[in-house]
């Protein structure tokens, strides 16, 4: 049996006149539900255009109206506060009931950095050193309650087991942050991490703002969306950073349908043929649509199907939360003792992971 | 007085707080975090016509004697993102966050407010507060970096720059400021609300000009009729300065209640909630507080110790202190004399917070007793059980409050700003 596919969709809709409404966007997650797409992803930055509301605001206002997809909206690292991006990012994955990932953008413009006045532009490199930090804090923030630390024990009238809080005392070129979080760990134990790789950022020649995202990617992501002008660059860039990340990494390949009109029956094959391709590298897809509503309705309707006739699409949906779509475990807490039982973790399933 | 048409009362769902408030030892008690305790208490607010609903924050746990304090609930959600999810659940109802002036930037709450404020249909409130201890910066960029003088002036800056960005047209806002020199605009339209409804929270001489200058809610605690009412005149005089009328701005103290058949058994049943707020050990971390001294070994069913408060101890961190220790030690100790109260029972009685307590009829009654002398204008009512305990109030005094002809017996308009009978403010001006 081939192995399935993991596949999202960005909802980003700057044409859309809807987009600034909660509608828009449950029409939208509705028709990834009916795909059984693995997650969607909710692009944002502090510029003022195009024009879109904040985008892990806009996922939990549609997370109580789906029940399965993982959200994954932007946030960026720049100009925001770590210890506010891991609670808002930590309260989204508790709204959703684990449905929650993060992908990590950071502020390169003038008008970003005017709007906050507090530092002026930074270099990729800097912004991507940074934002590792960020990732880094959030998910020291995440891992700092033990998943048990509430106990109401009434006899001796405590609510929680304080021993089992933790300090993160992180400290760093651009913040330090003390915690523990003022947020319970949330129900995946850490929130799906997702970083955005160009196949460019890996090669011998790559900017050092490239390199530094390549380094925060291989650091930190659970999952990489990785833009690749063609098959041969994505196979290349797949190949190096499952290299370098490990094989818990699920790289999904941007393919992005506007140039391929989805109503047209000659695009919708097209794209099939991309989707079934063997020997790309990577674990799936992340679709950008052109126009979201026409596309994720040819997605539901008619690709989807044809996925699953070919066995390369869950029919349903097997798990509750987004690593469950994934195939990642709950991470253990780094701050969680060990069970002296199972210090021998059982060697991983290479075969689960590798295509 | 008789000649006045009878005043509206507005009402407001506060989520049970991380303090002794809030019982978590009641079999009936549930998830403080989980999303549908915060649906329950959303929804129940909103099947009685409440205003809003209403979240607190802290950015950091609180701590004493150098330790996280484990007795009351720890933990919460961030405000915002749980506001975002309620607004799909619920169709009316206000949705109210409180969040830092001091450890946020103003670009960025413009823009939440405002996303909230479209995702939900004109639904959104932001109820500001500051701090500046360094205990708290512990956690932000910033560190405690700002003068507790400059808190108020942060503040309203603050928001005065969030409403120069939600009034802002495609030219943008140019600003500059004592505290910020900023330049932009947001990617979103004006808010529905035009502005957001903002809530004040603070007693200070500077919060209650700062709420008459800026606020369109008051969010503040008095526990009897006179101290409301001087609240209320103080408060309501001081907002023709600014050119507004006493109507801009409702004075919704916070309150507890708790209902029984009649009233004994509401007395009784209040007793009963006050020994689980104050149980030995909350009455023993009480009582350190204000002596800022370990006193793991006294009595809770003795008297109060004789030895006098360390007044410079930073024993408990990140929560509202009482005031000058040597000062409220010396009126526990009057008070304890005169009632013949022993440590725990002490507590109980001056840790008390406004309660309305009684039969469906007498809490009905008394609501609307302060609201109509102008001792109030509403309440933000603080169940002391997660996620059920509205559903009595809701039941079975709203009714009560509607048969009176005080209390909306549905909505008239789709926004927050519709329920507390604010206009929708004009750009540019305020």
Redesign the interface.
């Known amino acids: 049996m081939p192995r399935q596919l993991h596949l999202s969709a960005a909802l980003d809709s700057p044409d859309s006149p809807g987009r600034f409404n909660a509608g828009h966007y449950t029409a939208l997650a509705g028709l990834a539900e009916r795909a059984t797409l693995d997650f969607v992803t909710l692009d944002d930055s502090f510029d003022p255009e195009p024009g879109r509301p904040d985008a892990l605001a806009a996922l939990a206002r549609i997370a109580p109206l789906t029940g399965r997809v993982g959200l994954v909206p932007t946030v960026t690292t720049t100009h925001t506060e770590p210890f506010h991006t891991s609670i808002s990012v930590n309260t989204l994955d508790w709204v959703s009931k684990g449905r929650a990932g993060w992908l990590v953008g950071v502020s390169t413009t003038e008008a970003e950095a005017r709007a906050f006045g507090r530092r002026p532009v930074a270099p990729a490199d800097e912004l991507w050193a940074e934002a590792a930090d960020a990732v880094e804090v959030a998910a020291r923030l995440w891992d700092s309650w033990e998943d048990d630390a509430e106990i109401r024990d009434t006899a001796t009238g405590r609510f929680i087991d304080r021993d089992k809080l933790h300090y993160i005392d992180f400290e760093g070129r651009h913040f330090s942050v003390r915690g523990p979080s003022i947020t319970p760990r949330p129900p995946q134990g850490r929130p799906v991490v997702a970083v955005p790789v160009a196949a460019a950022d890996l090669a011998p020649d790559a900017s050092p703002g490239g390199r530094a995202r390549v380094a925060a990617a291989i650091r930190h992501a659970d999952v990489v969306l990785l833009d690749a002008p063609d098959r041969d660059a994505r196979l290349t860039a797949a190949t190096e950073l499952r290299l370098r990340a490990g094989e818990h990494l699920r790289i999904l390949a941007r393919l992005d349908t506007a140039r391929s009109a989805l109503p047209d029956r000659a695009a919708e094959e097209r794209l099939l043929a991309e989707l079934t391709a063997t020997g790309t590298g990577v674990d799936g897809f992340h679709l950008v649509p052109a126009d979201p509503v026409r596309d994720l309705t040819a997605l539901a309707d008619r690709i989807a199907p044809a996925l699953r006739a070919a066995g390369l699409l869950r029919t349903g949906y097997t798990g509750r939360t987004l690593r469950d779509h994934l195939g990642l475990a709950r991470p253990a807490g780094r701050y969680t003792a060990p069970p002296a039982a199972a210090a021998a973790a059982p060697a991983l399933a290479l075969a689960e992971v590798t295509r | 007085m008789t000649d006045r048409p009878l005043k509206q009362i507005h009402l407001a769902a506060h989520f049970p707080g991380v303090n002794n408030t809030t019982v ?2 009641d079999p009936a008690s549930g998830s403080h ?3 549908d305790s915060f ?1 329950h208490l959303a929804q129940t607010a909103e099947r009685g016509k409440f205003d809003f609903f209403f979240l607190a924050e ?4 609180r701590e004493h004697k150098g ?2 304090h ?9 405000s ?3 506001l ?2 309620l ?3 619920t169709e009316r109802i206000g949705l109210a966050a409180t969040v830092n002036a001091t ?3 103003p ?2 709450l413009a ?2 407010f ?3 404020d ?4 004109g639904r959104a409130a932001w109820n500001v507060v500051t701090s500046s201890d360094a205990f708290t910066g ?4 910033r ?1 405690g970096y700002l003068d507790r003088a400059d808190r108020y002036t942060r503040a309203a800056e603050s928001v005065q720059l969030a409403r120069e960005f939600w009034d802002a047209g495609e030219e ?1 806002v140019r600003h500059r400021g004592p505290h ?10 004006r808010p529905p609300q035009g502005h957001p409804v903002v809530i004040q929270a603070g007693d200070s001489d500077e919060g209650r000009e700062f709420a008459a200058a800026t606020a369109d809610v008051v969010f503040t605690v008095h526990s009897t009729l006179a101290a409301g009412q001087a609240f209320h005149a103080d408060v309501k005089r001081r907002l023709a300065a600014y050119g507004r009328g006493p109507e801009e701005l409702k004075i919704m103290p916070g309150a507890t209640f708790v209902l029984g058949d009649t009233d004994a058994e509401a007395a009784e049943r209040a007793t009963e909630v006050r020994r689980a707020q104050v ?4 009455a023993i971390s009480f009582l350190e507080q204000v002596w800022g001294v370990d006193l793991s070994d006294h009595d809770p069913d003795g008297p109060l110790p004789e030895t006098d408060p360390d007044p410079d101890s930073a024993l408990a961190q990140g929560r509202v202190r009482f005031g000058d220790p040597l000062a409220v030690a010396e009126r526990w100790r009057a008070i304890a004399a005169e009632k013949r109260l022993t440590t725990r029972e002490l507590v109980i009685e001056v840790t008390g917070r406004q309660s309305f307590i009684g039969s469906p009829a007498t809490v009905a009654g008394q609501i609307d007793h302060f609201v109509q002398n102008d001792a109030a204008d509403g309440f933000i009512l603080v169940p002391h059980l997660t996620p059920g305990g509205l559903d009595e109030f809701v039941d079975k005094v709203v009714p009560l409050l509607q048969e009176r002809g005080v209390f909306r017996t549905d909505y008239t308009g789709p926004t927050l700003r519709d329920h507390l009978g604010l206009p929708v403010p004009v750009p540019g001006r305020g």
């Open positions: 978590w030892s975090i989980e999303f649906r802290g950015l950091r746990l330790r996280i484990d007795l009351d609930v720890v933990g919460r959600p961030e915002i993102t749980v975002n999810a607004a799909a659940v450890f946020n930037e670009y960025e823009r939440r405002a996303s909230l479209h995702l939900s249909a512990e956690n932000f960029r560190g943008g910020f020199e900023v330049e932009g605009r947001l990617s979103l339209p149980g030995p050990r909350t």
